[in-house]
């Protein structure tokens, strides 16, 4: 079997497909994209698939070495998730050649369904409310939600008491047993994301998501002892290598490699092995398509540490097309009590509708995250 052809396609809302071609007629899909940088990560992949054309698409691992490592300069957000998307549409392609789920080569599953959480938006503490009471009458048992808009350095009381009565409506909404993370997104610095780990503390949350960016981890130990809710991230760290020192750190309870962002299903599969070496929770980020859930299923089966899936059905980025829109086997999805079912099928398991695909693709997408600013005209992270 060899590789014949890359294509990909950029579609709506704010995703780009891969379809990688043999052969022998089996095709594998993958689902490589930086939001906010599709072009980039879709020249990347082009630039990639050199190499790949004429070679063998079982040998998976050599060649995810010879992509990461072949090039001199390595890892980053652009080449670790146009790898990601190759290597989706790698494993996808073994398992339809074998005819087996992806988790089965990973060694067999160890669980047949996984909790997952849903995003609540709202621009009013009321709105997150009522939109978090929502989401648990559909029968999700655990949500995210962004706990801050644009803050300061260091930013006034006000500030953190509207934080703090949004999330303390939310947690009356919903009751004491639904899950709650709450995601700083990197919105906040150190000198007040302690303060805010403390004041939330009675609030009892599943856990506080990048109370500071990645590159502020020497921050964390600072930010625990304010705390005894489990601390989060990961989504803008790219390869094992990156979560090495996060995990030797010890002040990080869950981690969140991206597997679309992360050099897909073989690198964040060993980056779920060292976390749970460390005793460490895996929880894959994953606002994206259903080829990017797809795949974290997959990890996720096969991952004792695993124990929520992040997916991105009715999200408020998905305006225009939704995770299910894409493929032909929506069952594949199986929402109950609060868990997502382990697809089964051969491959990934989502059977890619190709015509809507390409229908999609003439409209595309330029998505762009907002660009925000403080009353003082200073950028603020977003």
Known sequence: MKITKLTTYIVPPRWLFLKVETDEGIAGWGEPVIEGRTRTVEAAVHEL??????????????????LYRGGFYRGGPILMSALAGIDQALWDIKGKALGVPVHELLGGKCRDRIRVYSWVGGDRPSDVAAN???????GFTALKMNGTQELQILDTNDKLEAIVETIGQVRDAVGPHIGIGVDFHGRVHRPMAKVLARELEPFRLMFIEEPVLSEHAEALKEIANHTSTPIALGERLYSRWDFKSILQGGYVDVIQPDLSHAGGITE??????????????????????PIALASCLHVDAVSYNAFIQEQSLNIHYNESNDILDYIANREVFTYEDGFVSIPDGPGLGVEIDEDY????????????????????????EW
């Open 49 to 66: 698939s050199g190499y790949l054309i004429g070679k063998d698409p079982r040998l998976i691992e050599d060649h995810w070495n010879v």
């Open 132 to 138: 978090a009471r929502d989401m648990v009458d559909r």
């Open 268 to 289: 964040c599969r060993k980056i779920a092995a060292m976390a749970e070496a460390y005793d460490v929770a895996l929880a894959p980020h994953c606002p994206l398509g």
């Open 357 to 380: 695909v390409k229908q999609r693709a003439r409209i595309g997408h330029d998505w762009k995250n907002p660009i925000w600013r403080h009353a003082d005209g200073s950028f603020a």
